[in-house]
């Protein structure tokens, strides 16, 4: 068994973390030799792996969920914001640049090479190579210069899922509206959805589920429920305020 997927989805906190990591713990369960990828991340909640490369902590809680040792690989870009506008660009582990947003662009084309290699030597190794996209696909004023999403999936050839957050509001409209933006060839590669965090009776999504297929053409894998308790640290600043923080003296 030989395969890569990239788990999108409709915004940040969407769930793409925990269903990498649901996919990769029951891949192993199987035992199949699976692994964690996501080419970029921001996120100032690092991990430092045994030959001390630093990688998000989301690809080292993967790792742990497919049962093997977290590597730079699994994280090969890794973005740490130093202010609204400026990062600390982390390759492979180790520090290398900083960047505002702006000049960021003018690196992307090699980072993005140094994510398809980091890639292709995790699918050398593994079996199965479960990858997290980052943010949206559907952000198509950075499309140009895409490392993690659906630039990503046009180079290396990636059937792509994307999850939408129930919990919300408007996910048929999101699910809908992320595929509308997408370019033809990007819209290809987009084999089908899930839906995230949901909460109450799954039959009432019966008819959006039936009506986002007939104006789609592409199933809804699954619907997920909302699990409480998963305090997973977080990637950026849309989950600060889900969190309940007690008030200061």
């Known amino acids: ?45 690092s991990f430092v792996t045994l030959d001390g490369a630093e990688i998000g902590r989301a690809q080292a809680m993967q790792a742990a969920a497919a049962g093997i040792e977290p590597t730079a690989d699994m994280n090969p870009v890794l973005l740490k914001p130093g202010s609204d506008r400026r990062s600390q660009v982390v390759v492979l582990g180790h ?3 900083e960047a505002d947003a702006v000049g960021y662009r003018s690196h992307a084309p090699r980072l993005r090479q140094v994510a398809l290699d980091s890639l292709a030597r995790l699918r050398d190794a593994y079996d199965v190579v479960i990858c997290e ?12 210069t895409d490392v993690a ?48 965090k949901f909460r109450g009776a ?20 699954g619907v997920l429920p909302w699990q409480e308790g998963l305090w997973l640290d977080a990637e950026d600043s849309l989950s600060l305020a889900s969190r309940d923080f007690e008030p200061g003296p």
């Open 1 to 45: 068994m030989r395969g890569t997927l990239l788990v999108a989805g409709t915004g940040s906190d969407a769930g793409k973390s925990v269903l990498v990591a649901g996919l990769c713990r029951w891949l192993s369960r199987q035992g199949v030799k699976v692994a964690p990828f996501k080419a970029q991340n921001m996120s100032l909640n």
């Open 95 to 97: 520090p290398e640049a």
């Open 133 to 144: 996209g980052a943010g949206s696909p559907a952000e198509i004023n950075l499309r140009d």
């Open 149 to 196: 999403n659906m630039g990503l999936a046009r180079a290396a050839g990636l059937p792509v899922i994307v999850a939408g957050d129930i919990d919300r509001g408007g996910v048929f409209a999101a699910i809908y509206g992320t595929l509308a933006l997408l370019a033809p060839d990007d819209q290809a590669l987009i084999c089908g959805f899930v839906i995230n």
């Open 202 to 221: 799954p039959e009432l999504l019966d008819g959006g589920l039936a009506m986002l297929r007939q104006l789609t053409g592409r199933p809804v894998y």
